[in-house]
């Protein structure tokens, strides 16, 4: 210990708080508050001087701990209407008490220190737990306080709300997400009608302003596990997806009202189930993931074909890659890329006349119409060329996500 009280003493020689002293030893021991620590050290040497009687002579801090308070109730003003349980503090501290602190760090060979934006952000944070009743967390806060301690200005956080849930689309004119118009970029134009968009509706609109109105958010984006067509209806069990409503001031959602407002609003071009409240992690696995999809795709061939002879001919796809050209239909916007996917299934459900509806399961990312037709071969092997018969694709439907469309 008598290295550190004449540490200690080195450090008195210029006026010190009980904090600005304590933190010098900060990672001694546990358990005690910085300030707590400088009243020991003081106590335990023979003629320490008195802690300066003004918090504003402290040669470091500058009287920075005396307006904890007013910085808890700066923040507390700014979370006025927010619903948050969980938060963090950072502060911003002035540059020349950050530098005059690691300057007295080398002078005296401090090494067991920790720094005054540490101690300023754990006090304030003590102090807004009180007056809050709400729990700093490190790492997934609802609510962060950005405080700049030189002009008295906070900046509250807020983090976004994540809602998850499944959909089905029963429109075959439905974008997935709200589309621009590609003329004015949603300004309005005589192309779009003023409109600014190219489809006046989409699964994001039917959902995401619903869930926002109930959060009270400023923001609304859409996240899906992947996307089907405009023209593909989405059945089955639906597609999972994550709504994001940015800066909400309400968490505490009622999904099943919200649920019904969705499927009521939808007119029956959308329908959401099983929302529930979602989290940024499992919103980036939703974006990420590659499940396997199953379709349901009613193809005309130029001539009919019998049922047994066309199971014959596409039997063989099942199991095996097929390589893709970026089609022709989306070249316009996506790089020119040769992928391999393979085919998990394929079976023909029914045949009448010149048509047949086919259910396919496939890797994540296969280009289904392009699978039927070839894409003026750019997709092989396709079901025209194996049938050796012209075909286009009258319907799709995606009726399954995830392996067997379970
Ligand atoms: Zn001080
Ligand atoms: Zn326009």
């Known amino acids: 210990m008598s290295d550190r009280l004449e540490l ?53 801090c500058r009287g920075l701990f005396e307006e904890i308070n007013k910085f808890a109730e700066l923040s507390t003003r700014e979370s006025e209407g927010y619903e948050f349980s969980t938060f963090l503090v950072g502060t911003k501290i002035d540059a020349e008490i950050v530098e005059a602190e690691e300057a007295l760090w080398a002078e005296v060979g401090a090494k067991e220190t920790e720094s005054i934006k540490a101690e300023m952000n754990r006090e304030i944070g003590k102090v807004l737990e009180r007056m809050l009743g709400k729990t700093v967390d490190f790492g997934n806060p609802e609510a962060v306080f950005l405080i700049d301690t030189r002009f008295d200005k906070v900046v509250l956080e807020i983090t976004p709300l994540f809602v998850y849930g499944r959909y089905r689309k029963l429109s075959r004119e439905l974008p997935q997400t709200r589309w621009p118009c590609r003329e004015c970029r949603g300004k309005g134009c005589p192309r779009c009608g003023g409109k600014g968009r190219m489809y006046e509706l989409s699964v994001q609109d039917l959902t995401g302003p619903v869930v926002m109105k109930h959060a009270e958010g400023t923001e609304d984006f859409f996240h899906g596990m992947g996307r089907e067509d405009i023209d593909a209806r989405m059945l089955g069990n639906g597609r999972p997806f994550v709504v994001e409503i940015r800066r909400p001031r309400r968490r505490t959602l009622d999904m099943s009202s919200i649920q019904a407002e969705i499927n009521a609003q939808a007119m029956g071009l959308v329908e959401v189930e099983g929302l529930r409240p979602s989290n940024r992690t499992e919103m980036r696995d939703i974006k990420e993931s590659t499940h396997p999809k199953t379709y349901r795709v009613r193809v005309r061939f130029q001539h009919a074909i019998e049922h047994g002879k066309l199971n014959e001919l596409v039997a063989g796809l099942a199991g095996k890659p097929v390589r893709q050209l970026t089609p022709n239909r989306v070249a316009h916007r996506r790089a020119h890329l040769e992928r391999v996917r393979t085919i998990r299934s394929m079976k023909v459900e029914s045949v009448d006349g010149p048509e047949a509806v086919f259910v396919v399961e496939a890797d994540s990312g296969t280009y289904i119409k392009e699978l039927m037709h070839g894409d003026e071969g750019r997709t092989k092997p396709n079901v025209a060329e194996l049938v050796g018969v012209p075909c286009e694709v009258v319907e799709l439907d995606v009726i399954g996500i995830g392996d067997k469309g379970a």
Request: with cysteine.
């Open 8 to 60: 200690a003493g080195r450090a008195l020689q210029r006026p010190l708080c009980n904090h600005c002293l304590g933190r010098l030893f900060a990672f001694v021991s546990r358990g005690l508050s910085n300030e707590q620590r400088g009243m020991l050290v003081r106590s335990s040497m023979e003629e320490a001087p008195q802690p300066p009687a003004n918090f504003s002579d402290c040669s470091i």
